[in-house]
DNA sequence: GTTATTGCAAATGATTTGCACAAGG
DNA sequence: CCTTGTGCAAATCATTTGCAATAAC
């Protein structure tokens, strides 16, 4: 796990007068090596299998204070979980691409898209503070071979349905 | 209210095999008269206050079918609530800016966005569906003048609290 | 008449919170 | 010690659903 994170975690913690905690460490410790988006349920099945003991209420109150700290942020897959990616400090302007098809998240940043959110933001009147895009896409792999290689495992992790059905 | 929505609508409606209701009606027709974005507590608030009688139930059994029929879409503007905006059938690429200072949402599209949406997304070996852009922005006026117009009239609604807190 | 729709109240699912006990500094 | 953190269970909030009565067609 990246030290700057904690680093960053720590100064937020003493400077708000926290306490440091095994639980949350484990919880911290866990999100920034994996490093990958999850929801809570994923998050609190990744921490099961690894026995790491700490109650959802913890881990709820863990992923609030990462997200106060700016270490960790909310995204909407558009799957109708709430999901979180602690990837922004490494990458503070990327964005998500969702295949359709097989749930996959491809994660992209680009200088012309920022500059074009800046131009437009400014001539509206506003300056741009933050902004979240995610694409919803199909794949050409699908598309051109009629099957998706993700869709596969997606579906074997119960990730997606047959249908799009949640 | 646009008939081009009503007879989509309509068609839709048969073709599933359902019926005409007034209290549908009287929802749908508020949605598109209006034709802005909403909540469901606004839209509720919105039909007691024109003496139409629609259950909270009905309210929300009209929209899912609305957003089934592709007549409205949910959109997330940050705020923890959901909203549905009516507004992408007359302009279906359109994007959301939000100032953070007063909460007033302005609608922009731009052809440059969709060309670059395009080819980023084709470039990582997608074909486009749908996309959702949000951009938090703070207003030049507030900056400048030290205070923005649409600020007071959110407070007095309501809408924003001093802090940010909800 | 048959079947979809409504309104109510109860159920659900995600998240938050009150409280008694445990533990960090 | 004193105060924050934890775990549990209960509370909350938005949304969905079961059901009996009502209304389309």
Redesign the pocket.
């Known amino acids: 796990m990246n030290t700057a994170i904690k680093e960053r975690l720590d100064a937020y913690?003493s400077s708000k007068?926290?306490?440091?905690?095994?639980?949350?460490n484990s919880v911290v410790e866990e999100i920034f090596t994996v490093d990958e988006h999850f929801?809570?349920?994923e998050l609190l099945d990744r921490l099961k299998n690894k026995g790491v003991?700490?109650?959802?209420?913890?881990v709820?109150?863990?992923?609030?204070l990462l997200v106060e700290a700016g270490l960790l942020v909310e995204i909407d897959l558009g799957d109708g979980?709430?999901t979180y990616d602690p990837n922004f400090i490494d990458s503070p302007t990327h964005n998500h691409l969702v295949c359709i098809d097989c749930g996959q998240v491809t994660e992209f940043a680009d200088s012309h898209l920022e500059m074009l959110n800046d131009c437009l933001s400014r001539r509206m009147g506003f300056r741009p503070v933050k902004k979240s895009l995610r694409i919803e896409a199909c794949c050409d792999k699908l598309r051109n071979l009629g099957s998706c290689p993700n869709l596969i495992k997606a579906r074997i992790n119960g990730k997606r349905m047959p249908n799009g059905k949640r």
Chains 1, 2 share one sequence.
């Open positions: 913690v007068g926290l306490r440091q905690t095994s639980q949350r929801t809570v349920d003991k700490s109650s959802r209420a913890t709820y109150r863990a992923i609030r979980n709430t």
